[in-house]
C-alpha cells in the first residue's frame, strides 16, 4: 500500500447515525472543512441510481461542515478519462466512492485515468474512501456477489477482500471466501461502521455504530468500536 495518504473503508448505510464519527475523521486528515471533496456514484450507474446516491452524500458531507464537495460524474469507463474529472480528482483532498456494483466500478476505474490521477492525489496525503462496493473494489479481491465469483480489484489494499454489510449478509459470504481466498485477510465490515488507515504505526481504527471481523488463516477475530489493530496481524 502506498504510504503517503489515508484510506477509509466503510461498510455500508454509510449516510447517516455514527458514521459522522469517521467522516469527520477523514475530513480533518483532508486538510479540513475547506479541503476539496470528490463523491464518485460511479459504482450506482448501473441501476441508474447514480444521481441520487451522488446527492445523497453530498448533502451528508455538507450536513458535516464540509465547503467544497462536488459529485463527479464518473459514470462509466468513457467519463473515467474525461479531462475535467481526471482534474477534479488530482485536486482532491477526499475522493469517496459510493456503493452499487462492485464489478462495474471497477471495470470503470482500471487502467484509467481517473484512477491514476487518484493515486497521485493519494501519494500526495489525500483520503481515499469507499463505502460498501467502494470498499471492495479497493482491495487486491472483491467478491462480485452478481457474477458470483471473486474478481481482481484495484488493489489498493493488496492482500485483503472486504465483506460489506458484515452483521447483515455479508457475513454469509465469509465461509465460501476463506476457501477461496486463503492467504487473503478477509475484513467484514458492519453498517454504519468505518476503519481508517491514518498512517500511524500501520495501524487501522474502527470507528462507529459496529465493529471489524477479521477472518484469516483459520482464525476469526472481532475488533471493536474505538479499537486499533494492525492487519497484518490478523
Same mark, same amino acid.
Given at each position: 500500500?502506498?504510504?503517503?495518504?489515508? *484510506?477509509?473503508? +466503510?461498510?455500508? #448505510?454509510?449516510?447517516?447515525?455514527?458514521?459522522?464519527?469517521?467522516?469527520?475523521?477523514?475530513?480533518?486528515?483532508?486538510?479540513?472543512?475547506?479541503?476539496?471533496?470528490?463523491?464518485?456514484?460511479?459504482?450506482?450507474?448501473?441501476?441508474?441510481?447514480?444521481?441520487?446516491?451522488?446527492?445523497?452524500?453530498?448533502?451528508?458531507?455538507?450536513?458535516?461542515?464540509?465547503?467544497?464537495? #462536488?459529485?463527479?460524474? &464518473? $459514470?462509466?469507463? $468513457?467519463?473515467?478519462?474525461? =479531462? +475535467?474529472?481526471?482534474?477534479? &480528482?488530482?485536486?482532491?483532498? *477526499?475522493?469517496?466512492?459510493?456503493?452499487?456494483?462492485?464489478?462495474?466500478?471497477?471495470?470503470?476505474?482500471?487502467?484509467?485515468?481517473?484512477?491514476?490521477?487518484?493515486?497521485?492525489?493519494?501519494?500526495?496525503?489525500?483520503?481515499?474512501?469507499?463505502?460498501?462496493?467502494?470498499?471492495? #473494489?479497493?482491495?487486491?479481491?472483491?467478491?462480485?456477489?452478481?457474477?458470483?465469483?471473486?474478481?481482481?480489484? &484495484?488493489?489498493?489494499? =493488496?492482500?485483503?477482500?472486504?465483506?460489506?454489510?458484515?452483521?447483515?449478509?455479508?457475513?454469509?459470504?465469509? +465461509?465460501?471466501?476463506?476457501?477461496?481466498?486463503?492467504?487473503?485477510? &478477509?475484513?467484514?465490515?458492519?453498517?454504519?461502521?468505518?476503519?481508517?488507515?491514518?498512517?500511524?504505526?500501520?495501524?487501522?481504527?474502527?470507528?462507529?455504530?459496529?465493529?471489524?471481523?477479521?477472518?484469516?488463516?483459520? #482464525?476469526?477475530?472481532?475488533?471493536?468500536?474505538?479499537?486499533?489493530?494492525? $492487519?497484518?496481524?490478523?
Amino acid at each position: 500500500m502506498v504510504d503517503n495518504g489515508y *484510506l477509509l473503508l +466503510e461498510g455500508g #448505510a454509510e449516510f447517516g447515525g455514527q458514521m459522522a464519527e469517521p467522516d469527520l475523521w477523514a475530513i480533518e486528515l483532508a486538510g479540513g472543512f475547506d479541503a476539496p471533496i470528490s463523491i464518485l456514484p460511479t459504482a450506482a450507474a448501473p441501476d441508474h441510481n447514480d444521481q441520487r446516491a451522488g446527492q445523497n452524500g453530498l448533502r451528508w458531507f455538507n450536513q458535516l461542515g464540509a465547503r467544497q464537495v #462536488a459529485v463527479l460524474p &464518473l $459514470v462509466d469507463r $468513457v467519463s473515467a478519462d474525461s =479531462p +475535467e474529472i481526471v482534474q477534479a &480528482l488530482r485536486r482532491s483532498r *477526499l475522493i469517496y466512492l459510493l456503493g452499487g456494483f462492485p464489478g462495474y466500478l471497477y471495470q470503470s476505474l482500471a487502467g484509467s485515468q481517473s484512477w491514476q490521477a487518484m493515486l497521485s492525489a493519494y501519494r500526495t496525503g489525500a483520503v481515499i474512501a469507499g463505502s460498501s462496493a467502494g470498499a471492495m #473494489a479497493l482491495c487486491q479481491h472483491f467478491y462480485d456477489p452478481h457474477a458470483g465469483q471473486v474478481m481482481a480489484g &484495484l488493489n489498493l489494499l =493488496p492482500g485483503a477482500c472486504v465483506l460489506p454489510h458484515h452483521n447483515t449478509f455479508g457475513k454469509r459470504w465469509a +465461509e465460501k471466501l476463506v476457501v477461496l481466498l486463503p492467504q487473503d485477510i &478477509l475484513i467484514g465490515i458492519d453498517e454504519q461502521t468505518g476503519l481508517i488507515h491514518d498512517g500511524k504505526d500501520g495501524l487501522w481504527k474502527v470507528y462507529g455504530k459496529g465493529g471489524v471481523t477479521l477472518y484469516h488463516q483459520g #482464525a476469526q477475530r472481532f475488533i471493536q468500536p474505538g479499537a486499533a489493530f494492525s $492487519v497484518n496481524d490478523g
